[in-house]
């Protein structure tokens, strides 16, 4: 491998560019077409996600070791030391994004960069580690603020936020969901967790696929449904696998049936209240994450 190559696996290259539509699906619930502010809040998400892995790699490279000898740091093709120097280059660089889009926009992106080193240095492996799903809601709430808060918006990023609280959620869930199964992974996972993944993802489904103030034959419905059905049988499906075959290739498949779902539901919730325009560019990068990850964190 190039060291190029090398970056790229540590950054997780194929789960990377499922953030941007994050800041398009928080650009919808605010009520707002996205603005000249939606792009960098974007590209905060981007560099965010990735300094995120890194320092994941980081803490687990003892692990990773024994379970994963040929990911980057415990193969030698990355130093322990450029994880955590690549990790703060991209805070840097995710927070700097998200101030050129508001003061409220760097501020939701700090809280974001908290959440994810949070989990990663300390939280990972306590009872508090489902609370780094909120980063991906925040995700969501940095395109929604970001975008409220340009001048053509009138500047009301309070609002826009409160407006994307459900669909953040949302995807808290499903990102929650996702890292309960990848946590055993490799050892084949935990009893009862594969088979509740299903579950998740078709009340997800049914939640954000319903009417929202429009009639179900419209075009808009009709697109939300077919999405919202994309979503369920991309997250839910490898899922069932898992259940009947517990071992760590299946599982892992699982985890990255997850991972691509992702697309598909930010689809979902750009489509509720934002242009299908909007929602059609969210869904041209799945073909980018079909590469399935080895491992990849929903933070």
């Known amino acids: 491998m190039t060291a190029l190559q090398d970056r790229t696996e540590l950054l997780r290259i194929?789960?990377?560019?499922?953030?941007?539509?994050?800041?398009?699906?928080?650009?919808?619930?605010?009520?707002?077409?996205?603005?000249?502010?939606?792009?960098?809040?974007?590209?905060?998400?981007?560099?965010?996600?990735?300094?995120?892995?890194a320092p994941d790699d980081w803490a687990?490279?003892?692990?990773?070791?024994?379970e994963r000898p040929r990911r980057p740091i415990p193969s030698g093709r990355i130093t322990p030391g450029q994880a955590p120097a690549a990790a703060t280059g991209l805070t840097t660089a995710g927070i700097g994004l998200?101030?050129?889009a508001g003061r409220p926009a760097a501020l939701t992106a700090t809280a974001l960069a908290g959440a994810v080193w949070a989990y990663d240095l300390r939280l990972k492996h306590t009872p508090a580690a489902a609370a780094t799903a909120t980063a991906r809601g925040l995700d969501l709430l940095l395109g929604a603020v970001a975008t409220a808060g340009s001048p053509a918006a009138a500047g009301r990023p309070g609002p826009a936020a409160r407006r994307a609280v459900l669909p953040a959620a949302a995807l808290s869930a499903h990102a929650h969901s996702v890292t309960a199964v990848s946590r055993t992974e490799t050892r084949g996972g935990a009893?009862?967790?594969?088979?509740?993944?299903?579950?998740?993802?078709?009340?997800?489904?049914?939640?954000?696929?319903?009417?929202?103030?429009?009639?179900?034959?419209?075009?808009?419905a009709r697109t939300r449904a077919a999405l919202a059905g994309v979503y369920a049988a991309t997250a839910?499906?490898?899922?069932?696998?898992?259940a009947l075959n517990p071992s760590p290739p299946v599982t892992q498949r699982a985890v990255g049936g997850g991972i691509r779902a992702i697309v598909?539901?930010?689809?979902?919730?750009?489509?509720?209240?934002?242009?299908?325009?909007?929602a059609a560019l969210s869904t041209a990068l799945a073909p980018v994450t079909r590469r399935p990850a080895r491992k990849v964190s929903p933070a």
């Open 191 to 220: 009893p009862g967790t594969a088979p509740a993944a299903p579950g998740a993802a078709a009340a997800i489904g049914v939640l954000t696929g319903r009417g929202r103030g429009c009639p179900a034959r419209t075009l808009r």
């Open 14 to 53: 194929s789960a990377l560019f499922t953030t941007p539509g994050d800041a398009l699906a928080g650009a919808a619930a605010s009520g707002l077409r996205p603005g000249s502010r939606t792009l960098p809040a974007a590209g905060a998400t981007v560099c965010l996600y990735g300094a995120g892995t």
């Open 264 to 278: 598909p539901l930010q689809a979902v919730l750009t489509a509720r209240s934002g242009p299908l325009g909007a």
């Open 98 to 100: 998200a101030l050129a």
């Open 60 to 66: 687990d490279r003892a692990e990773d070791a024994v």
């Open 236 to 242: 839910a499906g490898p899922c069932l696998h898992p």
